[in-house]
């Protein structure tokens, strides 16, 4: 008789047969079982996937005759995720060693607990990297002797199945390949599970036998398994397995319900009434103009920023313009400089360097440059009267115009101090002339986040009036 | 304390069969040896032994001995790693009284 009549032909890749795994190695029992297991739920065989990583263990994804990906290594996980998220109708599963899984992906583990897809993971731990002549892993135990722990290994072990359930993977469950009708059973409960599942089985490897001088794994994992049903903490927290293995499901639970922690509010949405307001484009007759916002962090500078160079191009978008920000990485308390840059022209150099109008919201900009500040001689200063200090601002000619303003102080009173930039804006626009109310408004609008745009609104008119006294 | 315990008191022993199966080895594919042996070791019935002729890759593969014992449980086919051994089922055959009896040696 041929290898074509075997029962399990269906689902073998015969041509790469025979498999590569070493004699005595048992890892070849977990793919009978996966196989047994996918018969019995009846799946079709298109719609089931395996994924693997690099390793003995990831070599099952070549000899089963399904669809699957050989991942690089430690990324079986993410792989395993894109197929799911591309056809959620597949049943995706994951066969991987532990140091692929536990290893160089430990981090994909941890995420796909909390991302909560369908994905069942099959973690063959056989204590350490054993394709490449086993170097130490996560799981190899205290004192084993490895080819880079020749000494003994001096590192405690993670234990999988506590990560697992920390992780919040919805099944967890312990099992050996020398129990290959309770591991198939465990497979079939994670199969069905809605969740990510996790399932470690116990691999006997020959080179950690031999490095170790221990005569059979195998009799060791038949002579201290002990099949549960009902887990303990004690049999969680078994991270030596020198008195017994506790095999069994620690966790089978449902799909877990997504809460929205009571730290986050809810978002709110517009409230319903639409803002609107209607402006005119012109021809501004401006040739080049330099504008500077500078200030403090958290003042709204680089929105005030945004705010000009919109309503520029609002009234006139014929213009070329270009807004640099410069802050430092604080986001509230640093010193902040927005530059804006209105021209007829194609704009060469993005940053402002003697401007023609400065807007002043605080003198941190100018007291961190020595104290001087730099104005074009016919040139606009704005400045916050109660956040400047008005001795900087004596030694100027006639010719330069000097208004001072109390943004912060109106906007604190009415309204928020966050829309003090608004309220400067407004004066700007009626002392200078140079943008059209209407455009400004609209620009303000673009930017305001949902639900604030009547008070940004109505602190430009506050500070619109201020300017007319 | 050896109990006699008679299964006919529980069923019918005249209409009971139970199924005979063909053990197939592939000894290309078997690893067995020193390090392999569960086929051997796990089958309930003693159908197989190690054989004394090696593979072309020196490994010993095992040989049926019993021929018509194998009863199908399929656990030498669960259990081997190399896929190197299969049961098919090719017929059933009643089974005498002293087979079943759990004194039975």
């Known amino acids: ?27 070849g029992r977990v793919k009978n079982a ?37 991942a690089t290594h430690g990324r079986a996980i993410p792989t395993a995720l894109g197929v799911k998220l591309a056809n959620p109708k597949l049943k995706v599963s994951v066969m991987g060693g532990d140091g692929d899984i536990l290893g160089i992906g430990g981090n994909h583990f941890l995420a796909l607990g909390r991302h909560g897809y369908d994905i069942n993971v099959f973690c063959l731990n056989n204590f350490g990297y054993s394709m490449t002549g086993f170097q130490h892993g996560p799981t190899t135990p205290l004192g084993a002797r490895t080819i880079t722990t020749s000494a003994g290994n001096p590192y405690v072990p993670i234990n999988p199945v506590a990560v697992a359930m920390a992780a919040g993977h919805t099944f967890v469950a312990r099992s050996t390949s020398s129990h290959p009708y309770h591991l198939i059973d465990c497979m079939i409960s994670a199969m069905k599970n809605a969740g990510p599942s996790f399932v470690e089985v116990l691999i006997p490897c020959m080179l950690f036998e031999r490095r170790n001088k221990i005569k059979s794994l195998e009799a060791l994992f038949v002579e201290k398994a002990k099949i549960k049903e009902t887990m303990s903490v004690e049999d969680i927290n ?33 409230t ?30 680089v929105q005030g920023g945004k705010t000009l160079i919109n309503a520029a191009m609002n009234m006139d978008p014929k213009l070329n313009s270009t807004l640099t920000k410069k802050y430092g990485p604080e986001m509230k308390g640093g010193s902040c400089v927005a530059d804006v840059l209105l021209s007829s022209q194609a704009i060469d150099y993005p940053f402002v360097e003697v401007p ?27 400045a916050d009267e109660s956040m400047v200090d008005f001795s900087l601002l004596d030694n100027f000619p006639e010719t330069v115009k000097v208004f001072k303003m109390p943004a912060t102080r ?8 966050v829309v003090a930039n608004n309220v400067l804006m407004g004066f700007v626009c009626k002392k200078t002339s140079v943008i059209d109310k209407n455009c400004f408004k609209a620009a303000i609008l673009k930017s305001a986040p949902p639900g604030t745009e009547e008070m940004n609104l109505a602190a430009f008119d506050a500070g619109y009036e201020f300017g007319k006294t | 304390m050896s109990q006699e315990v008679s299964p006919i008191r529980y069923w019918n ?24 042996d569960d086929c051997i070791r796990l089958c309930p019935e003693k159908v197989l032994e190690r054989s004394t002729v090696s593979n072309e890759r020196g490994y010993l593969p095992p040989v049926v001995v019993a021929e018509g014992k194998c009863t199908v449980c399929g656990r030498c086919q669960l259990y081997c790693s190399e896929n190197a051994i299969f049961v098919h089922k090719v017929g059933e055959r009643a089974v005498h009284a002293h087979e079943i009896a759990l004194t039975a040696k």
């Open chain 1, 1 to 27: 008789m041929r290898i074509s009549e075997h029962p399990y032909a269906d689902l073998l890749r015969i041509e790469m047969m025979p498999n590569i795994w070493c004699s005595g190695c048992r890892i």
């Open chain 1, 34 to 70: 996966f196989i047994e297991a996918i018969e019995h739920l009846g799946h079709d065989h298109d719609r089931c996937t395996v994924v693997s990583g690099i390793g003995c263990s990831s070599r099952i994804a070549g000899y089963l005759r399904l669809d699957g990906i050989h």
């Open chain 1, 238 to 270: 078994q991270d030596d397995f020198t008195k017994e293995i506790s095999l069994g499901v620690f966790r089978n639970a449902p799909k877990r319900e997504k809460h929205r922690l009571s730290l986050v509010k809810a978002a709110k949405k517009g």
């Open chain 1, 272 to 301: 319903g009434k639409q803002y609107h307001v209607d402006f005119q484009s012109m021809t501004s007759g401006i040739k080049h103009m330099q504008i500077r916002m500078e200030g403090t962090g958290g003042q709204g500078i």
């Open chain 1, 356 to 382: 023609d109008l400065l807007l002043m919201m605080s003198d941190l900009v100018t007291k961190e440059r020595g104290g001087e500040v730099i104005i074009n001689k016919n040139g606009t200063i704005v």
């Open chain 1, 410 to 417: 109106i906007a604190r009173e009415n309204f928020r101090v």
């Open chain 2, 13 to 36: 022993i005249e209409q009971c069969t139970i199924p005979v199966g063909r053990v197939t080895i592939i000894a290309g594919f078997c690893k067995g040896g020193e390090d392999c």
